[in-house]
């Protein structure tokens, strides 16, 4: 599975729109640019249309208006089978009554590959999956682990140009699905195809894909490299929905040149005017516990501390209400009830205006 003859093949889709009878607009005129052989994660809410794009691309749903290109041709019209996708559903969809290896042949067996030839690549891709020892048995008969695998080795025998994964995990126990996701990561490497996956775990997300587009209601709101997203969300949507403990978003106000949020008087990250109304937002993960006073940084009291193994998430409660999150390293928690003061480490606070990040001097880049 080296790919020898494989052509570049990104996928663009251009001014896409998938409406449902009924009035649901499912995607709404999106644009996206995939790269030639990159891993690219669809990620969004349940509902926000992840599943409908990605049948989309595959021509399992037909367009609305707009384009899906795959390498330099047109797809739009082309039906699923001329499209050179493999597809692999969340609940893998193998053919219960099929042994391992035909189910993987089968579309080759759609191609009209001879019966010897199949046989050889279905044992060829199923060596390079770890399963040459369970090609005569049938699905009900193999871990979920083990279908995952057949249904990834049925899309890999065609050797499309593109991959297609919907919520390729979301069917494994959390054990299995942490192995799942290092050998899925490894394979597409080794395999350097295309690979589009649908995922609502942004963990998932960000631990797997090469780059990511948040999907919210039909529409992408950012696109970017695991670490762009997690440290630069362009909106608060993406700043709410990426990150495994929410970030910090704190209603504010500029007064005197510093930022007012929740009591505490910071330095804005960027320029701001007096009198603006801003969002400040600072990730539990960068801001430092102290049960001393320190300047520049948010003041409560302890309300909570919940144990996250190696560190603790802790919650301090400001004199408006306004509850502040911050992970505090193993030995160093506080008890609840005590107060505390957490102070935003330097260049890793964001300003939200209007509800998109603020970036306009050179810390920004920072
Ligand atoms: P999930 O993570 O829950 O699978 P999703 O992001 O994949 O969600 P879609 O399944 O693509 O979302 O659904 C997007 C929208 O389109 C939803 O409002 C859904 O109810 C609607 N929808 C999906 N399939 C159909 C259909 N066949 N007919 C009508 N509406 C549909």
Redesign the pocket.
Known sequence: MTGDRREPAGVGLSALTKD???G?R?VDGLDLDVPDGAFFALL??????????LRTIAGLESATSGTVRIGDRDVTRLPPGLRDVGMVFQDYALFPHMTVADNIAYPLRIKKVGKGDRRAAAAAVASSLGLSDLLERRPAELSGGQQQRVALARAMAARPKVFLLD?PLSNLDARLRLEARTFLKKLQHELGVTTLF?T?DQAEALAMADRIAV?EA?RIRQVGTPAEVFRRPANLFVASFIGSTPMNLVDARVTGGLVEAAGARLRPPVHVDDGEQVVYGVRPEYLDFSPTPVDEAFHGRVVVVENLGTSSLVTLETGDGVLVHVVVPEDAEPEPGGEGWAAPRPGRALLYREGDLMQNDVTAAA
Not at 44 to 53: Q, R
């Open positions: 449902y009878p009924g649901v499912a969004g809410p349940s509902g926000c249309g992840k599943t409908t794009l919520e649908v609502h999907m039909g």
